[in-house]
């Protein structure tokens, strides 16, 4: 019983680390910098990329394109169909039903960033 107590310990404070170590690895969501130098689109140009095969999003005053992402989105595509060419911010914070995306998921969003929305 004490080897079992032993390694239950042993795994909960490895997993316990390993949570902390993947959070601080991960980028909080927020502008930077760089963000001034990226070009600017309004919801019009958003508008035009409404399909799977064009898909961009508009997020928190940033634009997305998500196009290469659908496939690997774990929803069926048409999830995330609905959301190209608008401005999908209530998509990421309540998934279309309730809670928000993971912060690892809002981080994931850095890489299809293309610009920034204006009115």
Known sequence: MKKFMFAAFIAFWACIATLLA????????GSTEA??????YSLADVAEHDT????????????????NYIPKHPTPPFVM???CGREATEGMRTKGYGPDHTAAA?????PYLIGTLVD
């Not at 963000?35 to 600017?40: G, R, V």
């Not at 809002?106 to 850095?110: G, H, I, K, L, N």
């Open 35 to 40: 963000d001034n130098d990226l070009p600017e």
């Open 106 to 110: 809002w981080a994931m969003m850095e």
């Open 22 to 29: 993947v959070q601080a690895m991960s980028p909080e969501p």
């Open 52 to 67: 799977q095969a064009s898909c961009w999003m508009a997020i928190e005053g940033k634009v997305y394109d998500f196009t």
């Open 81 to 83: 169909e609905q959301w």
